[in-house]
């Protein structure tokens, strides 16, 4: 059978799709780079925002006009919403992510493939074709943010034992994997759900110890429970120097509002710890303007503070209510023409920090892992590829270099992205 994967929203769908993908390999399937070529289309949902949601609705509709033959959703909205086979032309199954990891063995009816050692992980074809592979840790979260949807979507916090995680991470970097991105809904959260009171801490140390990984990458980290072991990780130059911590605001006010366990005060105190201890850390963010309630003032002060953190990059929401959260229920609805005005302003802010934390690089030499290499007429290849610092780096080879680490000296910044040579 011929399945192409498709996903929306955070690299946690990411890392499951790529997991569900191995399953099919390893049952003897092909994963194939465009529905048309399709016999089955599965699409892991979003509704983190209503435009994740409508995304997720046109992947689909996309899928059949493509052809496919039948389309699975599973995902976020797929849970929330889970009569979409009836709305939606061609889909066949709603799977809820209570039951995802079972789709290959609900399917293929031959649970013993998946007791197997797993098959030397390879990147997705196609638009989703990544050299880092996504690797997922964690589900679910205990906490109760009243604008998340995700929490509704995903149930309470789920760690994946610490020999599973390595499993994954081995057979990633036997497929040739360099980077590998942990992943979770609420990552910092690992190990709260197990005996012993281990933490994320333990898990990055041990998968350290145990695994040839040559970059580590955590992915969203919430801001609150990380403590000074969790920074002296970063002793092993393995463990890749960015941090995103969503803030979501910077207002005290609707910090509280939102029932985050931070406060712009204990937020400014966890930037200091980590930049004290990773020199050159890139630290980058999420931002939410318009939520409920949300003064002048409010908006201002989080402006300020969001100026003051000088974030390396940020994404900003405009505040949409996902049915089923304590903030739709909320009052004191922000015109959309205020939050369009206020998300612009905020990017602006995002914009300017982020374009002065990348020219403070120029003159540095800095590890690039090449995520994609285009043959020239000349022969020679363009190259573009990300520093460990979440900078985004052209150069040019005389080969493919693609998936390879370089030093790569930085000459110049334009457009977002910086342009340097390879020095070894
Ligand atoms: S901590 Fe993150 S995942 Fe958990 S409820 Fe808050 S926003 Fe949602």
């Known amino acids: 059978m011929k399945v192409f994967f498709d996903t929306v929203g955070c690299r946690l769908n990411q890392a499951e799709i790529e997991?569900?993908?191995?399953?099919?390999?390893?049952?003897?399937?092909?994963?194939?780079?465009?529905?048309?070529?399709?016999?089955l289309v599965i699409i892991n949902t979003c509704a983190v925002t209503a435009a994740a949601a409508s995304d997720s609705r046109q992947k689909s509709r996309q899928a059949y006009r493509a052809g496919a033959a039948e389309i699975i959703l599973t995902g976020?909205?797929?849970?929330?919403?889970p009569g979409l086979d009836g709305q939606l032309p061609g889909v066949s199954r709603v799977v809820s992510n209570q039951n995802k990891a079972q789709i290959a063995a609900m399917l293929l009816g031959r649970e013993e493939y998946f007791d197997l050692e797993p098959l030397a992980r390879t990147p997705l074809p196609g638009a989703r074709k990544r050299t880092r592979a996504f690797i997922k840790v964690q589900d679910g979260c205990d906490n109760l943010c009243t604008f998340c949807i995700t929490r509704v979507a995903r149930g309470k916090a789920v760690s994946t034992p610490k020999e599973i995680v390595l499993r994954e991470i081995q057979a990633a970097v036997a497929g040739g994997v360099q980077e590998v991105v942990l992943s979770g809904v609420h990552l910092g959260s690992w190990g709260i759900d197990m005996e012993g009171n281990v933490t994320l801490t333990d898990l990055v140390r041990y998968i350290l110890a145990n695994s040839e990984v040559k970059r580590l990458r955590l992915s969203s980290t919430e801001p609150w429970g990380l403590d000074e072991r969790f920074f002296l990780l970063w002793q092993d130059q393995r463990i890749c120097r960015h941090l995103h911590l969503?803030?979501?605001?910077?207002?005290?006010?609707?910090l509280k509002r939102m029932l985050r366990h931070t406060t712009p005060g204990d937020f400014r105190q966890l930037v200091a710890t980590a930049r004290k201890m990773i020199p050159?850390?890139?630290?980058?963010?999420?931002?939410?303007?318009?939520?409920?309630?949300?003064?002048?003032?409010?908006?201002?002060?989080?402006?300020?503070?969001?100026?003051?953190?000088?974030?390396?990059?940020?994404?900003?929401?405009?505040?949409?209510?996902?049915?089923?959260?304590?903030?739709?229920?909320?009052?004191?609805?922000?015109?959309?023409?205020?939050?369009q005005e206020r998300s612009r302003l905020m990017r602006e802010v995002l914009q300017r920090?982020?374009?002065?934390?990348?020219?403070?690089?120029?003159?540095?030499?800095?590890?690039?892992?090449?995520e994609t290499a285009v043959e020239q007429k000349n022969g020679n290849w363009l190259l573009h590829g990300l520093t460990d610092n979440y900078l985004e780096v052209n150069g040019l080879a005389d080969s493919n270099r693609c998936n390879k680490i370089d030093r790569v000296k930085i000459r110049s910044h334009t457009a977002g992205n910086l342009a340097g040579e390879i020095i070894l």
Request: hydrophobic share 40%; net charge negative.
């Open 19 to 39: 997991h569900l993908a191995g399953d099919f390999r390893a049952a003897g399937h092909d994963i194939v780079d465009t529905p048309e070529r399709a016999d």
């Open 280 to 339: 050159g850390v890139a630290i980058t963010t999420d931002i939410i303007v318009g939520f409920p309630g949300e003064t002048e003032e409010e908006f201002a002060e989080s402006l300020r503070f969001v100026e003051e953190m000088e974030f390396a990059a940020g994404h900003v929401f405009k505040y949409s209510a996902r049915p089923g959260t304590a903030a739709s229920r909320l009052p004191g609805r922000v015109h959309g023409k205020v939050a």
């Open 246 to 254: 969503p803030l979501q605001s910077g207002s005290a006010g609707v």
């Open 76 to 81: 976020c909205l797929a849970t929330l919403e």
């Open 353 to 370: 920090s982020a374009a002065s934390y990348t020219e403070i690089h120029i003159g540095q030499a800095l590890e690039v892992l090449w």
